[in-house]
């Protein structure tokens, strides 16, 4: 399937009135919104420029719509919540809101969670979707989705060279770092960040 047929289908997909609300978001004419989902208007194919922004509004994973799958194997993840970055907070992460990807992107135990704050910015940054896995082993450096007593954060991971102490690290140096003791008594979890969707236009 190519990236046009990708295109049409999900404009279907979505259903009346969409074509009218991406063209306002992609800051182009409806006309060639249009155009770019018809085989007729060969001429018209979706500007590679514009792949990116396309899959942000449609909430797909980088990259779905050049996959070689076709959309109709696209996947839905869970959105369970949000992830504070800033101040750790306690969420409710037992909702659920589904989130299409591409079969080539799936991995077992993904799932989605929306930043809230900027102590990971400019990687993360306020309202991104960040796709989380739970099991893939994390090392040194990498940015996890963690859970701490009931609080919902994100930040980089590293460990001290005896295992004993665990540092979740702030890309923003305005934010504190948090220091996790193998001798506290604290319920603690953690998934790798795998990938970002900036949501906003």
Not at 164 to 181: A, E, G, K, R
């Amino acid at each position: 399937m190519t990236p046009e047929q990708k295109f049409k289908q999900l404009l279907e997909d979505e259903g009346r009135g969409t074509k009218a609300k991406l063209s306002k978001a992609l800051g182009v004419s409806p006309v060639y919104v249009t155009r770019w989902a018809e085989e007729s208007y060969p001429e018209y194919s979706v500007p590679r420029d514009k792949i990116t922004d396309i899959e942000k509004y449609f909430k797909l994973a980088p990259g779905t719509l050049l996959a070689k799958s076709d959309v109709s194997t696209i996947r839905t993840i869970p959105l369970i919540g949000l992830a504070s970055c800033g101040i750790p907070q306690e969420y409710d992460l037992n909702g659920y809101e589904p989130i299409p990807i591409s079969n080539e992107l799936y991995r077992d135990g993904m799932y989605v969670v929306r930043a809230e704050g900027d102590s990971m910015s400019p990687k993360i940054n306020d309202g991104n979707l960040v796709y989380c896995v739970a099991n893939e082993q994390i090392t040194n450096g990498n940015i996890v989705h963690y859970m701490v007593n009931g609080e919902s954060g994100i930040k980089k991971f590293k460990i001290n060279e005896k295992g004993d102490i665990i540092s979740l690290v702030p890309l923003n140096s305005d934010y504190d770092i948090i220091t996790i003791s193998a001798d506290d008594n604290t319920a603690f979890k953690m998934s790798k960040v795998v990938g970002v969707v900036d949501t906003d236009f």
